[in-house]
C-alpha cells in the first residue's frame, strides 16, 4: 500500500496522473511531451508541495528528474513489466 501522506508524494502522484490521463486520452502507452504542463505542474508543485515547491521552474524539473531516476523502470526488467502491467490495469489498451 502507498500513503501520499506527505507534499511530495502528493505533487509526484500528480505527476502521474497527469501522465495517465494524457495516455488515456491517446489511447496508448507512449511518449508524454510533460514540458508542454509546465504552467500546470507549477501550479501543481506550489500547491501540493507545500514547503518543498521549488522556487522556480529550473527546480521543479531538477527535482522531478531527481525524484525519478531512481525509479525509472527502464533500470530493471522486472520493474518494467510491473509498470506495464500497471498501465493495463489503469485502462491502457497495448
Known amino acids: 500500500m502507498v500513503h501520499f501522506d506527505k507534499s511530495s508524494r502528493r505533487f509526484y502522484f500528480s505527476l502521474i496522473a497527469l501522465i495517465t490521463r494524457e495516455m488515456n486520452q491517446r489511447g ?7 514540458r508542454k504542463h509546465e504552467p500546470l505542474l507549477k501550479q501543481l508543485d506550489g500547491s501540493l508541495a507545500e514547503r518543498y515547491a521549488s522556487n522556480t521552474i529550473d527546480g521543479m524539473w531538477e527535482k522531478i528528474r531527481k525524484a525519478w531516476a531512481a525509479f525509472l523502470p527502464y533500470k530493471n526488467p522486472t520493474l518494467i513489466e510491473n509498470w506495464i502491467e500497471s498501465l493495463r490495469k489503469a485502462g491502457l489498451p497495448e
Open 28 to 34: 496508448t502507452a507512449t511518449y508524454i511531451h510533460i
